[in-house]
Nanobody, 118 residues
Framework: QVQLAESGGGLVQAGGSLRLSCGPS????????MGWYRQAPGKQREEVVV???????NYLDSVKGRFTISRDNAKNTVYLQMISLKPEDTGVYYC????????????WGQGTQVTVSS
């Protein structure tokens, strides 16, 4: 069973920055796709950014220009750098990894809380 260990959440004022980290128990290069999702109180989980193994990346419109996904192969870690944070970015952020062979399988981290105060 794949495990995803997240860290980096916290409380920050609007306009501040945070960096989330995700370290899977398997090589990050072995997944078809990795990304970040978030869930605000009373709302459904939404996709923030996903990056496939071919390098293509898709960001949620509201975070474009503010959030950046990156990876460090040597540390086997995927990051989400968040700048210019807004109160509406508040939520639990989840790291996600996707396998597609031999069938689609999703793996999720435990979630890390991000709270942006106004």
């Amino acid at each position: 069973q794949v495990q995803l260990a997240e860290s980096g959440g916290g409380l920050v004022q609007a306009g501040g920055s945070l960096r989330l980290s995700c370290g899977p128990s398997r090589s990050i290069g072995s997944f078809h796709r990795m990304g970040w999702y978030r869930q605000a109180p009373g709302k459904q989980r939404e996709e923030v950014v996903v990056r496939t193994s071919d390098g293509s990346t898709n960001y949620l419109d509201s975070v474009k220009g503010r959030f950046t996904i990156s990876r460090d192969n040597a540390k086997n870690t995927v990051y989400l750098q968040m700048i210019s944070l807004k109160p509406e970015d508040t939520g639990v952020y989840y790291c996600n990894a996707l396998d597609i062979n031999p069938w689609p399988r999703d793996y999720w981290g435990q979630g890390t809380q991000v709270t942006v105060s106004s």
